[in-house]
């Protein structure tokens, strides 16, 4: 990594450094917030209860993994797949994606690129901050998890294994960069940041609820598996199942291919 390259790196991790540190410190903090309720409900013996009370479409949208997913395992792992955990991941990723975009409005870009930088040390530089931050956030996440584990469960609670918990931060992560990439494709061809996290925002929703739609609804599943959320499946970990590394190269390369898409179009447009 250039020298310029790192100059650009430590501003814009500056520039988003609050929002970084409260949105890592939050979804540590629900993490380990999840072992505490995990290990309420399993004194008072409520997961049998749980389960009675889940609506049916809920147990169509998860098949045979309910059960596992009324468990105390179940309950810790949910926290890396709640809508608003992965609605927050995928904010940052947008948010760091776009940058370009809104650099590119300021005019900061005219500045960046007087100096001796190319297009492609601004989109290196990008690539580099979302994976710091990436890594930062996700960490965090893993360490409330163990935590709270260590700390404030009963000693004979059924924990999930260490292997588990990374796995879904994998996924997590994963899907951090398919749509990071996305965002950066989006942006790159923008020159206004909002119209691109716009964009690259409702296209996540519609993507998310197409997914849904297809697992829980038949004539849907054909629609729900184009999508990238097709390939992001926690629920299965929870039953024992390895981290899918099918799903896992697909939403990688997603997002390579939406860095590269982005970078290209970055490289020739008139800015």
Do not use: K
């Amino acid at each position: 990594m250039s020298r310029g390259v790192g100059a650009l790196v430590v501003h814009s991790l500056r520039r988003i450094r609050w929002m970084l540190l409260g949105l890592a410190v939050l979804l540590g903090g629900f993490q380990f917030l999840l072992t505490q309720v995990a290990s309420y409900m399993l004194r008072r013996s409520a997961f049998g209860q749980l389960s009675s009370l889940m609506p049916d479409f809920m147990r169509s949208v998860l098949g045979p993994q309910t059960l596992a997913f009324m468990s105390f395992g179940g309950i810790v792992a949910f926290g890396y797949f709640h809508p608003m955990v992965i609605s927050a991941a995928l904010a940052l990723a947008i948010s760091i994606g776009t940058e370009p975009a809104g650099e590119i409005e300021t005019r900061f870009v005219d500045l960046t690129l007087a100096r001796e930088l190319t297009r492609l040390d601004v989109a290196v530089r990008s690539v580099i901050v979302f994976t710091i931050a990436g890594a930062f956030v996700l960490g965090l996440m893993m360490f409330g998890t163990w935590t709270g584990l260590t700390c404030c469960t009963p000693a004979d609670a059924p924990r999930p294994t260490a292997r588990l918990v990374l796995s879904l931060a994998i996924s997590l992560g994963t899907l951090m960069v398919c749509w990071g990439g996305i965002a950066f494709a989006v942006a790159a061809a923008s020159r206004r940041r909002a119209v691109a996290a716009g964009i690259t925002g409702v296209a996540a929703l519609a993507a998310y609820l197409l997914d849904y739609l297809g697992r829980a609804w038949e004539p849907a599943r054909a629609i729900g598996s184009l999508t990238p959320f097709h390939f992001f499946d926690p629920v299965t970990l929870i039953t024992g199942a390895s981290l899918s590394m099918r799903n896992v190269a697909a939403l990688v390369a997603l997002g390579l291919i939406g860095t590269t898409v982005g970078a290209l179009i970055f490289s020739r447009r008139d800015i």
